[in-house]
């Protein structure tokens, strides 16, 4: 029996873009480095839930606007 793969992804590059903002410029607003805002927008990071609320307020969107959890299904399917 598998077990459930869980991920988080986010569109904080594209509401960023759309704000006209570099990474440095969020990541100011927001409180981190420049660094976390790149590898966030890979999906290679996923924020604290305290970040994340940092975001999604700052855009003035709800969380589940930018940061998507998903349910993937089982990895090692027997």
Known sequence: MGE?????VNKVYEFRVLKKMSQSELAE???VSKQ??????KNNYSP????AYKI???FGVSIEEIFIFNK???????
């Open 72 to 78: 993937g299904g089982k990895d090692n399917d027997e």
């Open 4 to 8: 459930k793969s869980y991920s988080i």
């Open 36 to 41: 976390t805002i790149f590898v966030m927008e």
């Open 29 to 31: 607003v927001v409180g």
């Open 48 to 51: 604290s839930l305290l970040l």
């Open 56 to 58: 999604a307020d700052y």
